[in-house]
Every structure is written in C-alpha cells, then in structure tokens.
C-alpha cells in the first residue's frame, strides 16, 4: 500500500496483560522502525527492521518489549505484562532505504490501566 | 550520541504573522535533516527534508528552512501563518546513529490565533 498501516488505534490493557500492535509499512521499503511517544512530545527509538532482520534493538526494553518482521506479514510490537509507564503512542515509519525519508503510520494509542 | 535541540516550547502567533522555529543539531558530520508536523491526534507528517545541495529547502504548505552548516542550525520558516498551522513541530535528524533511525527534538508546539 501507499500508506504505513497500523492497527489498531487504541488498546486499552489492565496492567500485566499483553499487548500486540501490528505495522504493515509501504509496499518495496526495506526498513521499519518503532518509535514510543511519551509524554505527548518526546520520541523514543525502539527497534528497526531491515526487511525481516533485526536492525538496531537498542532502544529496546530487554524484558518485556519483542518485536518481528515476517515475510508476508504485518511486522508486530509485543509487550509482555505490560506497565502503567508502558502508556504511550506507538508509531511504525518505513522507508526504502537507509537514511531516506520516512513515512509515519497513525499510530497506537495504548492505555495501561 | 547526537542530540537536537529545539529551544521553543510553545510558540503564539496570530494569523499572517512570520514563524521562524529554531533547531540546531549536533553531529558534526554529513547531515540528513528533517521537519516533521503533528496535527492534534494525527501522526507525524514530512514538511520537508535537506540531504545535500541547496541549503534553502522549500516544503509543502509554504514552510522553509535553511541549514546553516557553521551553526549547526535548521530553522524552519513561514512567511504568513495560517490557523490551520496550529501543531506540533518536530525536528530530526538521521546522521551519525549508524542505523539510520531518527533522533527527535523536543517539538515545539505552535498555536496561532484567528
């Protein structure tokens, strides 16, 4: 597509259940990234994906936070037993090719209560 | 680590008045600078871009920016803002994090007044 999909909008999660969010970026881009947005402002880098292959999982938190991109299918962000902390906007971009433009998805709202 | 700085939280303008927003970087290398806009509850979308070439980068809706390499800046710039203009402003950069992911300023919230 010509869009960065993410679904869904909102999730809302009572703390210690599980959270999945999915991203299917645009059609031929090589890389996804996963952004958190806390706070209303502040972007955090989470992980990017070269086609399936891990990129760059620096930003991610080791224990609870996963991640994949499968051939074929819409890339997914787990959360493990999830936080109240772990509120936030989640946002997938996808570009073609390292260090070009990337395309941002409407992101997922995701409330931990 | 590379860092951005933008140094206005919160910008009030009454239409037709100029913006300038201030961002300065700090990578010292070759640089790929981006300007962002945020909609209330929208998703972030591209303004405009500057990888090489003519440091006076025209984007869409009338923004501007100039990379000013000796100060490290990227200020973004529109003649006569509009009420539609009201948003968030992010600026980014993808140099020098070695996977290519884009390190954010703060934003900068802009609000103009009818």
């Known amino acids: 597509g010509e869009e960065v999909a993410q679904t869904p909008k909102h999730l809302v999660r009572g703390e210690g259940q599980k959270a999945k969010l999915y991203c299917a970026p645009i059609?031929?881009?090589?890389?996804v990234f996963w952004y958190q947005q806390v706070l209303k402002n502040e972007f955090k880098f989470l992980i990017s994906?070269?086609?399936?292959?891990?990129?760059?999982e620096t930003g991610m938190p080791k224990e609870r936070f996963s991640a994949k991109c499968l051939p074929n299918s819409p890339c997914s962000l787990e959360i493990q037993a999830t936080k109240l902390e772990d509120s936030a906007v989640y946002f997938c971009?996808?570009?073609?090719?390292?260090?070009?433009?990337?395309?941002f998805g409407q992101g997922t709202r995701l409330t931990v209560v | 680590a590379q860092s951005v700085s933008q140094h206005n939280h919160h910008v009030i303008l009454s239409e037709a008045a100029s913006l300038e927003l201030g961002c300065n970087y700090s990578?010292?290398?070759?640089?790929?600078l981006f300007w962002y806009v945020q909609y209330p509850g929208q998703h972030l979308q591209l303004l405009l871009k500057?990888?090489?070439?003519?440091?006076l980068v025209k984007g869409i809706k009338g923004f501007e920016a100039e990379f000013i390499k000796s100060k490290f800046s990227f200020n973004l710039r529109k003649p006569s803002v509009q009420w539609s203009d009201t948003a968030e402003y992010f600026c980014?950069?993808?140099?020098?994090?070695?996977?290519?992911?884009?390190?954010f300023g703060k934003g900068t919230k802009l609000s103009v007044i009818p």
């Open positions: 500057y990888f090489s070439g003519d440091p």
């Open positions: 980014a950069t993808n140099s020098g994090a070695g996977s290519y992911q884009l390190t």
């Open positions: 059609k031929g881009h090589s890389y």
């Open positions: 994906f070269q086609n399936e292959n891990v990129f760059d």
């Open positions: 971009a996808s570009s073609q090719a390292p260090g070009t433009e990337a395309f």
């Open positions: 990578y010292g290398g070759t640089v790929n």
